[in-house]
């Protein structure tokens, strides 16, 4: 059973390891941030531009076990565009944020002799926040985001660009940045993942953060990054909860940044150490941060 389970839900349901638990998959998109995650500008309206690679050749259970499943393959694109409004209005201390991220994905999917394609219009966020500035060195936001439905899915489908589900997340994030010195941040997150209605499919709550730790070296930083996740509760489907469904996963790898005059671009590597119930990979991010 949880072999068929995590098969056929990684094969039909990874988007990407971005913004993609029904079986292996967080609607989150676990390591995305890096540094200065929690640095909010000047009230104004920014962009931002992450663009992910992802590939794996492995799938295991949920002991962290190779499953071996032949000629097994993800390879997967997403372009994601994030605005970002920070208003004039100030609440408990802290500026008032809106967010909403757009993903264009390229999906790739193989296993035995199966393989299909998918691309375009991935599931979409929407968000809130307050930034708070404890000091020059000392930043931090607390909000929610809340995940959309709205790329295609078909549950017969091979490879899917969307989850079909809504997910709501709680989170709080904090940033330590000083000059010549060190730089850590730290993204806490909360989902409460929605069912999907067409397979009756109910995916359990999950924990996540992504953290990097680096040194400052005038515009420069270099360090680590990376992210833990782990599933609360077990899956349902038709109402019955699938034993050994939790899904865990913890990546590291280096991460550097590079401050410009008004804006910022960070780059990292990932390597999936840990990966239960879910495909075993490694993930390539970039992030820039620019004014309009």
């Known amino acids: 059973m949880i072999y068929k389970k995590i098969l056929f839900g990684i094969l039909c349901t990874l988007s990407t390891s971005l913004f993609a638990v029904e079986n292996g998959n967080s609607s989150y998109a676990n390591g995305a941030e890096n540094f200065m995650s929690a640095v909010v500008p000047p009230p104004g309206f920014y962009g931002m531009v992450y663009l992910n690679h992802y590939n794996s050749d492995q799938l295991n259970d949920y002991k962290g076990n190779n499953l071996n499943v032949p000629n097994f393959e993800v390879q997967s694109t997403a372009l994601v565009s994030r605005l970002v409004w920070v208003t004039n209005q100030n609440f408990f201390g802290g500026d008032l944020i809106f967010e909403a991220l757009i993903p264009i994905v390229d999906l790739k999917v193989q296993s035995l002799?199966?393989?299909?394609?998918?691309?375009?219009?991935?599931?979409?966020?929407?968000?809130?926040?307050?930034?708070?500035?404890?000091?020059?060195?000392?930043?931090?936001?607390?909000?929610f985001d809340?995940?959309?439905?709205?790329?295609?899915?078909?549950?017969?489908?091979?490879?899917?660009?969307?989850?079909?589900?809504?997910?709501?997340?709680?989170?709080?994030?904090?940033?330590?940045?000083?000059?010549?010195?060190?730089?850590?941040?730290?993204?806490?997150?909360?989902?409460?993942?929605?069912?999907?209605?067409?397979?009756?499919?109910?995916?359990?709550?999950?924990?996540?953060?992504?953290?990097?730790?680096?040194?400052?070296?005038?515009?420069?930083t270099f360090g680590i990054g990376g992210y833990y996740s782990t599933q609360i509760n077990n899956d349902k489907i038709n109402g019955e909860e699938i034993k050994n469904s939790k899904t865990n996963g913890f990546a590291l790898g280096p991460s550097f940044k590079y401050q410009g005059k008004n804006w910022f671009t960070t780059v990292k590597w990932e390597k999936e150490i840990v990966a239960e119930n879910k495909s075993k990979g490694d993930s390539i991010w970039i992030k820039a941060a620019l004014p309009f």
């Open 113 to 143: 002799n199966m393989s299909e394609r998918q691309q375009g219009l991935g599931d979409i966020t929407i968000g809130s926040a307050l930034g708070f500035h404890h000091s020059p060195n000392l930043h931090s936001a607390i909000g």
């Open 146 to 220: 809340i995940f959309l439905p709205a790329g295609d899915y078909d549950k017969n489908n091979l490879a899917n660009i969307s989850l079909n589900r809504t997910t709501i997340e709680p989170m709080y994030t904090i940033s330590y940045l000083k000059e010549n010195s060190l730089s850590a941040d730290l993204k806490l997150g909360y989902l409460f993942n929605g069912k999907n209605s067409d397979t009756n499919y109910s995916s359990g709550d999950q924990f996540h953060l992504d953290y990097s730790i680096g040194q400052n070296f005038k515009n420069m």
